[in-house]
């Protein structure tokens, strides 16, 4: 289950952009229709604005608070920049992320765009350098070109006059920036020719930048997604961790900048990992919420906290609520680990409650997408749907779609004029050599010392390719260094190059340095082979950029790592395990000796994948997706927060009153054991004060027996109740158990029994409660995803060869299955309540779980349909169901009735989120909330 039980959906053939943009056409078109107000505009949530800004000296700049020396990366010549007339601040385009940051831009065509995002760490040129208005952007090192041969680990390039000043700005310093960022997407939207785009920047004191980013973001979340564990045992963490604090700082600020921006109808994209807490922060900040409904009092206003959120929109008597619900979907660029390596996370909860508030979570593979949903089963106990996760009624859809890269601007960049010369340089360097080629950054995860591994298993075992293969490697250095990689990778390298080259050759050459986009794009294109030996990689772009290079090339074979996500979309790649050293040690042999045509094929294959799916076919499925997965909540039923002070005002005016309540669930929170669902005092008590008032016919309506039911209970004088899902009532006056069903076969237990014991032995931890006319088989305490997948079998079994055959009812209950007989329901028991009770003209029913629904229809069923006129009466048939389960002939004798009650007196309240699929006519969120409104009846 934890690995992909069914086989990847990833379809063969990709639609176009045009066909996936008519589809996002049409489903907006059906979406207005139905009176969903899209605004045609999209909110990207980014961890860093795709630009850097940079604040010029000034003539009476004496020191600028410096912290820390940068190393700017090449910056090419053709990047828009702007320049404020104040020559302040100058933005232009960063480099980096270049695939997601295609894709973004590319749904400009369709709709007006935002990009909520960090400014970065804003740069300064120190004072001392005035006179010099535009920094030096250009190559850190141009003397250090990577067709110089012998050139070993390098260390860092020249140091730069560029300094990082943070981003603690004042206001006016923030307008300004914010003011300048628009000018710069005026530029660029007029430069380049995008639709319209706009770039929204969070500003971010530096502890929180640092302490989210460095801190918990890459020694935490990056190392555990990438199978990478804090195993040092003696390490301790603080608590409370600061850069969890920062992590949590961080995504409010980004969350609130949302809220801030944010219009009805608009569409929201949350890019990665740095921002899993985003979605549920702005359903918060939005005064909504995507599992716990709370009232909406803020309108687009924002609370100061998320904390204060919660509180102040629960403990709020507003219901209402903006129509138009924010539609989200997170994309998760990262790998996700297996969920045994997940749920290692202290703050593994969090993360995951904070990923669910969106409406689509997406993977860049399959696999991603089912290791989180076990992650949700494992860590949250939720269930999984056919589609994605149930958080307490609320679907969350979870699936996959891996980025592409924009081919044509790789393609343009491949033909640039300046890439030709240095291809010609490096095949006249390595004339009689085949060249094999690798890119990464220096970090664990990325597998550069594998491969260096792998390369000395080559050289060992296939001595024959000595002295005619290099392997040219480029590195770049990772944000969190690692001196110790570095260094073992440089001796590795030594190592090599000592063993297996000679004076006047060398077969390893490493360049630890940035390089030039012309000369990446010239060493893509005349390469031989390219070896990718990623122990964990989301996505991995140079393996797309070297098909492109090596299509107006050698058509070069590709040896890749099974463990990164464009493996499965690159079928004719030669697929290695980088553990294996030995195993690429073979597929480089294999790459190098390839016959050409075989060579050809499979280059066909991989190239016609990259060009398939872009990196803006990628954005537009996004939108698709979501689009296919949002809208349903505008035409079906939110339920409203339980009114307190309207129920109230009835309570008090009404001359008899009807309290039905179910236990599990409603009166009691669900835990583990059902033997450690006892009720507190407070609840008891509740309970007790209201059945002690002679208005009032108190019921507790119940699928647990009557032995537990009379225990916890029994004390509480004048308290009604009905055991087993109405099998047994108890009525408040006699004291004395009716079976209802002892007129019924209950020859089907034994055959139930034996169903459910087959189930147990075959599934740890599962148990069977045996009750007088009902057995409930329960999963809570297997292992989740197991137990959910025991409890689909049971299901289908006793539903396919026992239902149809036998008078038994099958209800999947909260990680139980119950079997009871089909002529019992709690629907039947709260009909014949109000029979009994026509004075009545006021109900409170609450209940959590779906046999709690049978009651909220029955509510419903007792009124004509479209409801009764003021001066109608209401005339109710006797509830045969019961009746004539205890004797026949009365049911025929027994008179209709005219009942008082009305639809306005009725308050059925559902235990769960506002979404939640329900009969009631109004929610709770739980069953402490019960007790609150029962107090509150009881207050005078
Ligand atoms: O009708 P209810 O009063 O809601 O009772 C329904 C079932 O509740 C119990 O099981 C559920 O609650 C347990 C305690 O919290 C929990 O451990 C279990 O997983 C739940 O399914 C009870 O054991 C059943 O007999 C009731 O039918």
Redesign the pocket.
């Known amino acids: 289950m934890e690995e992909s039980m069914h086989p990847d959906p990833t379809p063969a053939l990709p639609p176009s952009l045009e066909d996936i943009r008519e589809q996002v056409a049409r489903l907006e078109a059906a979406h207005r229709a139905k009176g969903l107000p899209l605004s045609g505009r999209i909110i990207h949530v980014a961890h860093h604005l795709p630009v850097e800004i940079v604040r010029l000296a000034q003539p009476n700049d004496t020191d600028v608070a410096l912290t820390s020396p940068i190393t700017p990366e090449f910056k090419p010549e053709d990047i828009v920049t702007v320049e404020s007339a104040d020559q302040k601040w100058k933005i232009h385009a960063r480099q980096g992320h270049t695939a997601m940051v295609s894709g973004i831009r590319s749904l400009s065509d369709t709709h007006e765009q935002l990009v909520v995002a960090w400014t970065g760490d804003i740069l300064s040129q120190p004072a001392g350098k005035t006179g010099q208005s535009t920094p030096n952007l250009g190559p850190t090192n141009p003397s250090s070109f990577v067709l110089q041969d012998n050139v070993e680990l390098h260390a860092a390039p020249t140091q730069s006059p560029l300094m990082v000043i943070g981003s603690d700005f004042d206001f006016k310093e923030q307008r300004e920036i914010t003011n300048e960022l628009k000018r710069f997407s005026d530029t660029e939207v007029e430069q380049e020719g995008y639709g319209k785009l706009t770039y929204v920047p969070v500003f971010m004191p530096q502890e929180i930048s640092k302490g989210h980013y460095e801190g918990y973001c890459k020694t935490t979340l990056w190392p555990l997604f990438h199978y990478l564990l804090w195993l040092d045992s003696t390490a301790t963490v603080p608590s409370p961790d600061p850069s969890w604090i920062a992590y949590q700082k961080a995504n409010e600020l980004f969350a609130k900048r949302v809220a801030e921006v944010w219009k009805p109808g608009d569409l929201v994209f949350v890019h990665d990992y740095h921002l899993q807490l985003v979605p549920k922060l702005i359903r918060e900040f939005l005064g909504q919420s995507a599992h716990v409904s709370f009232p909406g009092p803020y309108g687009t206003q924002p609370p100061t906290s998320a904390a204060q959120s919660d509180s102040a929109s629960a403990k709020s008597g507003d219901h209402s609520r903006d129509p138009s619900e924010v539609m989200i979907a997170l994309f998760v660029h990262t790998p996700w680990p297996s969920s045994e390596i997940f749920r290692c996370l202290p703050k593994r909860n969090e993360i995951l409650e904070g990923m669910l508030g969106a409406n689509l979570v997406l993977f860049q593979t399959y696999s991603y997408s089912r290791h989180f949903i076990s992650s949700c089963i494992r860590v949250c106990g939720y269930e999984s749907t056919t589609n994605g996760v149930d958080v307490n009624g609320v679907i969350t859809v979870v699936s996959h779609c891996p980025i592409g890269i924009d081919v044509k601007r790789v393609a343009h960049d491949r033909d640039a004029p300046g890439v030709r010369p240095k291809m010609d340089s490096l095949r006249q360097l390595y004339a009689d050599k085949k060249i094999i080629v690798g890119r990464e950054k220096l970090d664990a995860p990325k597998g550069v010392y594998n491969k260096l591994q792998a390369f000395e298993v080559f050289l060992e075992k296939y001595p024959d390719w000595r002295n005619k293969v290099v392997l040219i490697q480029v590195t770049t250095p990772a944000l969190s260094e690692s001196p110790k990689l570095e260094r073992m990778v440089a001796e590795l390298v030594s190592h090599i190059n000592g063993t297996y080259g000679s004076l006047d050759f060398t077969p390893v050459h490493h360049y630890h340095q940035a390089i030039e986009r012309d000369e990446y794009f010239a060493l893509l294109s005349v390469a031989d082979l390219a070896l990718i030996t990623s122990l964990r990689d989301g996505m991995n772009t140079t393996s797309m950029e070297f098909i492109i290079c090596q299509d107006k090339s050698n058509k070069s074979p590709l040896v890749l790592s099974e463990f990164m996500g464009t493996s499965s979309s690159f079928g004719e790649a030669l697929k290695i395990n980088p553990h294996d050293l030995v195993g690429v040690a073979d597929a480089i042999e294999k790459g190098l000796s390839m016959g050409e045509e075989e060579k050809e094929t499979r280059h066909a294959a991989l190239y016609k994948s990259v060009v398939g799916h872009t990196s803006h076919t990628w954005a537009a499925t996004m939108v698709q997706l979501l689009l296919e997965n949002v809208g349903n909540e505008h035409t079906a039923h939110q339920t409203p927060v339980l009114d307190t002070a309207l129920m109230k005002s009835k309570y008090a005016s009404a001359k008899k009153r009807l309290m039905l309540f179910?236990?599990?669930?409603?009166l009691?929170?669900?835990?583990?054991?059902?033997s450690?669902?006892v009720p507190t005092a407070r609840t008891r008590a509740a309970i007790a004060a209201l059945a002690a008032d002679p208005k009032n016919v108190v019921y507790l309506?119940?699928?647990?027996?009557g032995d537990f039911l009379e225990e916890h209970w029994g004390m509480v004088k004048h308290l009604g109740f009905s055991a087993e899902?109405g099998s047994f009532v108890k009525t408040r006056e006699d004291g004395e158990w009716m079976n209802m069903t002892e007129a019924l076969d209950m020859s089907w237990m034994s055959e139930v029994e034996e169903i459910f014991r087959y189930y147990t032995e075959r599934t740890t931890g599962s148990t069977i409660?045996l009750?007088k006319a009902?057995i409930?088989w329960?999963y809570?305490n297997a292992d989740p995803v197991f137990g959910e997948f025991q409890c689909k079998q049971a299901l289908d079994l006793l539903e396919s060869s026992l239902a149809p055959r036998r008078p038994i009812e099958v209800l999947v209950?909260?990680?139980?299955l119950?079997v009871r007989p089909l002529a019992i329901n709690k629907g039947e028991i709260v009909r014949r309540l109000i029979y009994e009770n026509p004075d009545a003209d006021f109900i409170m029913c609450a209940?959590?779980?779906k046999?709690?629904e049978d009651m909220f229809r029955a509510l419903r069923t007792v009124f004509p349909p479209g409801g009764p006129r003021e001066d109608e009466p209401v005339l109710m048939k006797p509830p045969v169901g019961i009746t004539s389960v205890l004797d026949p002939d009365d049911a025929e004798a027994l008179p209709e009735k005219e009942i008082h009650i009305r639809p306005d007196g009725v308050f059925a309240t559902t235990v769960g989120s506002a979404a939640k699929k329900t009969l009631a006519g109004w929610h709770v969120t739980g069953p402490e909330e019960v007790v609150d409104a029962v107090e509150q009846l009881l207050k005078k």
């Open positions: 179910d236990y599990d669930g409603t009691t929170p669900i835990v583990k054991v059902p450690a669902a309506i119940s699928g647990r027996d899902h409660e009750k009902s409930t329960h809570r209950g909260k990680k139980n119950e209940g959590d779980d046999t709690d």
